[in-house]
């Protein structure tokens, strides 16, 4: 999700829960995203039921697609790109179990996100995960190009 405040672009980005993350902030944040059985269902379509079942905010309508980009972990991400609003402090996350403390026995449930918040496309760019900023670039390129401007007059070249 994205939008336009003052001119400026800003991008939703969501913080993952859990206790592994909980100390971690610059390069940690994270586009909503999840798996998908790409040989049973659209990835279209996945993107805006994780987008939901992550931030319980509704999908926008018009879609734009970023492409795709591969984690250093090999998972291929693809991404979506739709204009919208929300209040971040609304954010109603699915939950994961998880043995913790390790080795204790004990399951504990988190959420898939624990906070979302609006950055700036620059800001965006040093808080995501840094395989995901290319879809922060190439979301500031489209709408720059949209808006007329050439690549060297938008914010993040």
Known sequence: MYRRTHGSLEVLLVHPGGPFWARKDEGAWSIPKGEYDCATEDALAA???????????????????????????????????????????????????????????????????DRAEWFTAEEACRRVHPAQRVFIERLDHLLAQDAGSTPEAHSLR
Do not use: I
């Not at 984690?71 to 179990?97: H, I, Q, Y």
């Open 47 to 113: 993107a805006k039921r994780e987008f939901a079942e992550e931030t319980g905010f509704p999908s926008g309508a018009m879609h734009r697609s970023l492409g795709e980009t591969r984690m250093r972990s090999g998972k291929l991400v693809a991404a979506w790109a739709f204009e919208g609003d929300c209040d971040p402090g609304a954010l109603v996350s699915n939950t994961f179990e998880l043995e913790w403390p390790p080795h204790s026995g004990r399951r504990a449930s988190f959420p898939e996100a």
